[in-house]
């Protein structure tokens, strides 16, 4: 349930947040229950650039994010895709499965949004029925983080897995991958980083994407977009999307 004793009772409504207690570095559920978890979201929820906010076939769904203020107020969680939360569902997917191969190629439809909005980055929503037109802020700093941490936590989970012993199970349990993502560390990233005099600092939200806060947000900004074209402009051998084409999900 999403909601325990509300004012109208326990709320059945299909919805994403749900996907936090598998893709959080300690879930708290058994292995079955991540992967049912996971199966309903890849169901009801998941779309080409991130999870809807409630499933289709809810009566309050809305498949567009437009009109007035109100009705775009109204809609905001009664549909669209969050793109910041397809980086968690490549996170539970790989927990669930170990397949980080397969993980990653959730991540390369970002690759088609970079010149939809805002140059380079990753919009703050987008319709929940395709063509999943991007909506909300062009250049959202959370949808990009999360994407990004998504991304390299897998890509090193990977290369760790490739100096494990072959005969070591890795999804009987899936301990081992729990294990590579929970020692990914955002700052061991292998990339530049802006300069100390244009970032302060470097934290985590609660959710574990990263935030970071300084004076000159510019070249946050500017490192942010330089890091998505490197991850996302080559998609890889395995990948079976089409370019330019949208809204497979």
């Known amino acids: 349930f999403d909601v325990l004793d509300g004012p109208a009772g326990d709320d059945a409504s299909v919805r994403p947040n749900?996907?936090?207690a598998v893709s959080l570095p300690h879930s708290p559920?058994?292995?079955?229950?991540?992967?049912?978890?996971?199966?309903?979201?890849?169901?009801?929820?998941?779309?080409?650039?991130?999870?809807?906010?409630?499933?289709?076939?809810h009566p309050d769904y809305r498949p567009r994010y437009q009109g007035g203020v109100?009705?775009?107020?109204?809609?905001?969680?009664?549909?669209?895709?969050?793109?910041?939360?397809?980086?968690?569902?490549?996170?539970?997917?790989?927990?669930?499965?170990?397949?980080?191969?397969?993980?990653?190629?959730?991540?390369?439809?970002?690759?088609?949004?970079?010149?939809?909005?805002?140059?380079?980055?990753?919009?703050?929503i987008f319709d929940g029925d395709p063509p999943h037109t991007p909506r909300g802020a062009p250049a959202q700093a959370w949808s990009v983080a999360c994407v990004l941490e998504a991304w390299w936590r897998i890509e090193q989970a990977r290369?760790?897995?490739?100096?494990?012993?072959?005969?070591?199970?890795?999804?009987?349990?899936?301990?081992?991958v729990n294990e590579s993502l929970?020692?990914?560390?955002?700052?061991?990233?292998?990339?530049?980083?802006?300069?100390?005099?244009?970032?302060?600092?470097?934290?985590?939200?609660?959710?574990?994407?990263?935030?970071?806060?300084?004076e000159n947000m510019q070249a946050v900004d500017s490192w942010c977009a330089r890091r998505t074209l490197r991850c996302f402009t080559t998609p890889s051998a395995g990948s079976t999307r089409t370019p330019g084409v949208k809204g497979a999900g």
Not at 32 to 46: F, G, I, P, S
């Open 159 to 176: 290369r760790a897995s490739r100096t494990t012993d072959p005969a070591t199970p890795r999804i009987s349990s899936n301990t081992t």
């Open 70 to 124: 109100w009705e775009r107020d109204s809609g905001y969680h009664q549909g669209p895709l969050w793109g910041w939360l397809l980086g968690h569902y490549a996170l539970a997917h790989y927990r669930v499965n170990g397949d980080a191969a397969a993980a990653q190629r959730l991540l390369e439809p970002v690759q088609d949004h970079l010149r939809d909005a805002g140059l380079g980055t990753v919009s703050e």
């Open 29 to 57: 559920l058994p292995a079955e229950a991540q992967a049912a978890v996971v199966a309903e979201c890849a169901r009801d929820l998941l779309g080409s650039y991130g999870l809807r906010s409630l499933a289709p076939a």
């Open 18 to 20: 749900q996907i936090f």
């Open 182 to 214: 929970n020692n990914s560390r955002l700052t061991d990233m292998d990339v530049p980083s802006p300069t100390a005099e244009g970032v302060a600092k470097s934290v985590h939200n609660p959710v574990g994407c990263a935030v970071r806060t300084g």
